[in-house]
C-alpha cells in the first residue's frame, strides 16, 4: 500500500463552522505534513510531524489546529476560517524526517482536501 | 537566503525533448527533488540527486551540480499526458534544528502539443 488517503476531497464551510481534515497512511512512515497550496503556486509547509511529534510549525495561524493521534493519522482542525485560506490542503508522508538523507525524505503526496470558505 | 528558480511556462511538441532547469540558492543542501503535478492533482515524485551527475529513469533523467547550483529535468519522447507542472525541491537538512524542510521553487507549467 502506497497511499495517502484524505478526507474529505471537497469541504465548503463557513467563517463560523468547525470541521476536520483527515489523513492516513499505511506505509509506516514516520514523518507526516501539512502543506496549503493555492491556484498556481508550489506548496506552502504548515507542519510537520515527526515521530509523532510535532517538530515544524510555519507560524500557521491558530485557526489551523494539527493532531497526530498516531503514526498513521494526521488531522487538521479548522475553526473560524476566512476565505483567504480557500486552497487545496495536501496531506503528506515520509519514509523518515526530511533531514535524514536520501530517498527517506520522499514526499508521498495525499490527492488533497479542495477547502472553500465562504 | 533561500531561493529556487525555474522557467514559469514552458511548451514542446508530442515526441520531442525537452529540459527544464532549475538553479537553486539554499544555507543548506541534501538532496534536489523533481515532481510532477498534474493540474487538479497532487505531486507525485519523479527523481533524486545529491551527487553531480545524470540519473536516468526511463524517459526522465535529472542532473545536478552542486557546484553551480543547478540541476535540470531531461523529459525525451514527449507524450500529451507530459502536459504538467515540474516542481524543482531542495531538502535543506538544517531548516528547524534536526529537521530538515523541501524547499519548493515556484514550478514549471509544461504544455504539450501535438
Known amino acids: 500500500d502506497t497511499e495517502v488517503t484524505q478526507t474529505p476531497k471537497h469541504l465548503v464551510m463557513g467563517m463560523t463552522n468547525k470541521k476536520s481534515l483527515k489523513c492516513e497512511q499505511h506505509m509506516g512512515h514516520r514523518a507526516m505534513y501539512w502543506y496549503k497550496q493555492k491556484a498556481k503556486k508550489p506548496p506552502e509547509l504548515m507542519f510537520v510531524y515527526s515521530y509523532e511529534k510535532l517538530s515544524i510549525n510555519e507560524s500557521v495561524p491558530s485557526r489551523f489546529s494539527p493532531e497526530c493521534p498516531n503514526s498513521s493519522l494526521l488531522n487538521l482542525h479548522l475553526h473560524a476560517l476566512q476565505p483567504e485560506d480557500s486552497a487545496l490542503y495536501l496531506c503528506?508522508?515520509?519514509?523518515?524526517?526530511?533531514?535524514?538523507?536520501?530517498?527517506?525524505?520522499?514526499?508521498?503526496f495525499g490527492e488533497g482536501s479542495r477547502l472553500t470558505v465562504l | 537566503g533561500q531561493n529556487i528558480d525555474q522557467p514559469t511556462e514552458m511548451t514542446a511538441t508530442e515526441g520531442a525533448i525537452v529540459q527544464i532547469n532549475c538553479t537553486y540558492q539554499?544555507?543548506?543542501?541534501?538532496?534536489l527533488f523533481w515532481y510532477q503535478q498534474h493540474a487538479g492533482e497532487a505531486p507525485t515524485f519523479l527523481s533524486y540527486n545529491v551527487l553531480d551527475g545524470l540519473e536516468e529513469k526511463g524517459r526522465f533523467s535529472s542532473f545536478l551540480s552542486r557546484s553551480k547550483g543547478y540541476s535540470y529535468l531531461l523529459l525525451k519522447e514527449l507524450q500529451m499526458k507530459d502536459s504538467a507542472s515540474y516542481l524543482c525541491a531542495v531538502e535543506d537538512p538544517n531548516y528547524g534544528g534536526s529537521q530538515g524542510n523541501l524547499i519548493f521553487g515556484k514550478g514549471t507549467k509544461l504544455s504539450v502539443k501535438p
Open positions: 503528506a508522508s515520509s519514509q523518515d524526517r526530511l533531514g535524514s538523507g536520501g530517498t527517506r525524505g520522499v514526499l508521498f
Open positions: 539554499t544555507s543548506g543542501f541534501n538532496g
